[in-house]
Structure formats: structure tokens, C-alpha cells
């Protein structure tokens, strides 16, 4: 047995370890979020702790040898995005049987997100929302990705148990707040709707993921799922209904079907682009009787994994990058980039020429040296980060083109491209046309939106007749599976250029 003593955020804590445990194990274990996103495989270099006498270490492949003091990295505040947005569909207040269960009823509209959850709680006799929080997803330490959360429940004994039990905790955490935020008792909680991608939901429920992840990429569910609030063990009315929205594919979720029923555009409106970029890149053309859609492998680069100094859009994160250098997120000295920062220096070193138009970067790029970071390390751009841009940004603009292609339409004839997410909200358009992820020739049609997934569960929850706006999106659907289309290998290399 070893006794750690670990620092974080000016606090010192004890824990316990058998000796050979893997570190990032027994600091889970003992309640620390270390940043994990590629689930502990020893490839992404993020879970790094410093271990006093022997230096920085990659937690997921120490192992403890003896008593230890370790100094982590402090945790910082998330910048989620929660709001409505403009175009959102206007239902009459309508919420169902369940409003009948108490004298003073709320529901709860959830968004489980792959990296956040955003929460509303809403009073269904008024339809007002009381209160909104967002969190990080928990689940985040286990893998950045959908993919790397589906291997860890097939590689690890009760995989699928923890991250159901880390999601549910969350959850009932969060009612915690918002139960004592809205002076209510948890069993005036009747109501409950969560949107996701199809992968979060199955967690959710405790269904095994791994057929998302294979071919040929089946979901075990995508109609609409109904619980108690007791069959998931969740701090509500234990009769409380618990909407799960339903998907359309395995790569096209809820939080699209959600997210593209949430949206009414004024009769301008009639051929538009969607899309979600988050740590999956989502694309739907919506025509009047038409949606082609489809899941672009975008991976989560512009979530800050899988670039050597990307981190997510949290405090301390470089969010905005030009001529007149940086902006860094809250009061902090800079530790790496998020995704919007990253599409602004990837534009920025474009059009400075140290970026060829094939992608070659001259030398790694030292964005803040190591005296002026947060971290006490460098921050630079390199070679490997710009391919995964590349990879990125070619899947997203590929995708369009694809649509595009199916549809029979041209970009002259789409009257808005939609940007979905708190991503689309906070990346510099100029920068992401620049690079080449969003086409130049809907410049000036570009409407971010926010939160459409959270718009969508919150109108759920109001409105029975929220389902009818969701199955008319789903019965409009056609799934294009990119990889099918023979344009795809080409549009790919093509894309791939700056
Ligand atoms: S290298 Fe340890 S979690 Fe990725």
C-alpha cells in the first residue's frame, strides 16, 4: 500500500494505492477529473501529473511504486453555452399527462452532450425556465469521443456500468441544485426530456454502444425511449416520465432530430444548411420535403484532443488568435488552444505563409513560450496538429459538398447555412472560411444558433406537440452515408488543401 498526496487547485488531498496500480486509475478512483480523452490508451499525452521527484509523468502508464506527492493540473471553469436561439419553433404549453402528477409541477430539459450537459428547469404551469446550468460531462476522463467511451465499455470489466453510473450521478447532481435553486422538493420534478447523440443515449440507458462502433453501424434503439424517474434511479418523482427523443441513426442523434425540430425560420427560409460541430460534425440539407443528412468523421480536434496543445473552451483556454495577438478565456495566463483559437492560427498562419497550401508547415510554430503559459511549458503548433485540422476541416466541407451533390442543389439556391452548437457560435467565420471548413459562398448567409439540442429537449418538455415536429423531420430524412458516395475519396482530397 502507497499513500499519495495530491495538490490541486491550492488543495492537498490523501488517497490510497496498491502498489503497480495505474495512476490515472487511483486518481479516478478517488474522485479527480484528470483530462483523458484518449481513455487512457497512453496516446493522447493529455493526462499529464507532476510527480515530485521524478517529474512530469503520462498518468495512464505510471504505475505506483511507492508514497508519492503530486501536483495536479487545476481544474477550470467551463464556458458552455446555454442560450435559445431566434429561430426557435412557438408551441403552446402542453406538457402532458405528467403536468397532472403534482400541484406545483416542473420538468427538467436535458442535453447530454458529448464534452457538456446543459439543464433546464422549467415550471410547466408557467412554462417559464427557472434556472439553466451546464456542466462538463464526466464521462469526458474515460475518452474525448464517442468512440473511445464505446472501447472503454468493451474493453474494461463493467465499462458500460461506470459510465451510466458516472452520467446518472451527474445528473442527479445537478437536479440537486436546480431542486434547491427553484424551492421546490425533488418529487415536483414530473417531467424529465433528454436529447443526445445516439451514443450518449445508450450509455444513459445502460445499452451496450458497441454496434455504434461497428460495421455496419446499427444503434440497438432510435425510436423515442420512455423510463420512470425510479427505473433510472433518479432524483425525481419516481413516476416521473423520462423522455429519451428519438434519433436517426447511429451517428445522427437526438440532438439533431431535437436541434433541426427546434428551428422555424421565417418563410425566407426554404432551402437551408445545418450544422453541429462539436465533438462529432453533423450536416443536414433541409429542403421543403426533404433533409439529407449525415455524421462527418471531423474527429474531436476543434475539441482540443488530438492536438498537442489544444484543450477545451475552458479559462485559461487561447480562444482567438490574429495580427494583434491572443485572447485568452477568463483571468488567466494561457495553457493551451481551444478549437476556435486553433481555426484562427491555422487561418492566420495561411495567410501569413507558413502554411503551404498542401498543409507543410515551415517549423513548429511557438505560439507562447514557455516563460509566459500558464503551465510553465511551451505552447506551440506542429506538423501532426495541422494534419488533424486538415482531417477535420476536409470531413466538414466534404460532407457539404455531398449533401449538396444529393440534393440536387447548388449554393446559390441555400438561403442560410445554421451553425449549431456553442462551437458555431464562438469560432471567427472569416478564420473557418479561411481554412476552408466552411464554404466561402455562404459567407454572408451564416446564422449561429447555439444550443439547438437543449432548445429541442426544453421544447420537448413543454409541448407534446414537439413530437410531431420531431417525427416529421425524421420521416423526412434520408441518411447519406458518405463513405458509399464515389465523390467522397476525391471531395476528400480536395478538401484537404488550404
Ligand atoms: S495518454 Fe493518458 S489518457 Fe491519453
Known amino acids: 500500500m502507497a499513500t499519495l498526496k495530491v495538490h490541486q487547485n491550492g488543495k492537498i488531498k490523501e488517497a490510497e494505492a496498491d502498489l503497480g496500480e495505474v495512476l490515472l486509475n487511483v486518481l479516478r478512483d478517488n474522485g479527480f477529473d484528470i483530462y483523458s480523452p484518449c481513455g487512457g ?6 493526462c499529464k501529473v507532476l510527480v515530485k521527484g521524478e517529474g512530469i509523468v503520462t498518468s495512464c502508464i505510471f504505475t505506483v511504486y511507492d508514497s508519492m506527492e503530486l501536483v495536479l493540473p487545476d481544474k477550470r471553469e467551463a464556458k458552455v453555452l446555454v442560450a435559445q436561439h431566434a429561430h426557435t419553433i412557438q408551441l403552446p404549453l402542453m406538457p402532458g399527462p405528467a403536468g397532472d402528477l403534482s400541484g406545483y409541477p416542473h420538468g427538467v430539459a436535458i442535453d447530454i452532450g458529448t464534452t457538456s450537459l446543459v439543464f433546464y428547469l422549467v415550471n410547466l404551469i408557467t412554462g417559464t425556465v427557472v434556472e439553466t ?51 421546490i422538493s425533488a418529487n415536483e420534478i414530473i417531467k424529465i426530456t433528454i436529447a443526445g447523440n445516439t451514443t450518449m443515449l445508450h450509455l444513459l440507458l445502460g445499452v451496450d454502444p458497441l454496434s455504434l462502433a461497428l460495421a455496419p453501424f446499427k444503434a440497438q434503439f432510435l425510436d423515442e425511449q420512455l423510463r420512470r424517474g425510479s427505473e433510472l434511479e433518479i432524483k425525481c418523482f419516481p413516476g416521473a416520465e423520462i423522455k429519451i427523443l428519438p434519433s436517426i441513426s447511429a451517428y445522427v442523434g437526438a440532438d439533431i432530430v431535437a436541434g433541426l425540430a427546434s428551428i422555424a ?16 460534425g453533423e450536416l443536414a440539407l433541409v429542403t421543403g420535403d426533404r433533409i439529407w443528412c449525415c455524421a462527418t468523421a471531423a474527429g474531436p480536434a476543434f475539441e482540443g484532443a488530438r492536438i498537442s496543445c489544444g484543450m477545451g473552451a475552458v479559462e485559461g483556454a487561447i480562444s482567438a488568435y490574429g ?7 477568463g ?15 491555422v487561418a492566420w498562419l495561411c495567410e501569413n505563409k507558413k502554411i503551404d497550401s498542401e498543409g507543410q508547415l515551415d517549423h513548429d510554430f511557438l505560439i507562447v513560450p514557455a516563460s509566459g503559459s500558464g503551465t510553465g511549458e511551451d505552447i506551440s ?19 457539404i459538398r455531398i449533401l449538396l451533390k444529393q440534393s440536387g442543389l447548388t449554393f446559390d439556391q441555400l438561403d442560410s447555412l445554421f451553425l ?6 464562438y469560432i471567427n467565420i472569416d478564420s473557418a472560411i479561411r481554412i476552408g471548413m466552411i464554404p466561402y459562398q455562404l459567407k454572408d448567409r451564416i446564422i ?28 423526412k430524412s434520408i441518411l447519406v452515408e458518405l463513405a458509399n458516395d464515389d465523390d467522397f475519396a476525391m471531395e476528400f482530397a480536395m478538401n484537404m488543401l488550404f
Open 41 to 46: 490508451n497512453g496516446t493522447c499525452g493529455k
Open 133 to 183: 446550468r451546464a456542466i462538463l460531462n464526466p464521462q469526458a476522463k474515460y475518452g474525448a469521443d464517442v468512440i473511445s467511451r464505446i472501447q472503454f465499455t468493451a474493453s474494461q470489466k463493467d465499462g458500460l456500468q461506470v459510465l451510466q453510473r458516472e452520467i446518472i450521478n451527474v445528473i442527479n447532481q445537478e437536479l440537486v441544485h436546480l431542486v434547491q435553486f427553484g424551492g
Open 265 to 280: 425560420p421565417s418563410e425566407n427560409y426554404h432551402n437551408y444548411l445545418f450544422m453541429d460541430i462539436g465533438t462529432n
Open 323 to 329: 495580427d494583434d495577438g491572443y485572447i485568452v478565456l
Open 331 to 345: 483571468d488567466e495566463k494561457p495553457a493551451g488552444l481551444c478549437g476556435s483559437g486553433l481555426i484562427d492560427l
Open 381 to 399: 503548433l506542429n506538423q501532426t496538429d495541422i494534419r488533424e485540422v486538415q482531417l477535420a476541416k476536409s470531413a466538414i466541407a466534404s460532407g
Open 420 to 425: 449549431a452548437g456553442g462551437f458555431g457560435n
Open 448 to 475: 449561429p444558433l447555439g444550443n439547438t439540442s437543449g432548445t429541442g429537449a426544453l421544447a420537448a418538455l413543454k409541448s407534446t406537440r414537439f413530437d410531431d415536429a420531431m417525427k416529421a423531420v425524421i420521416s
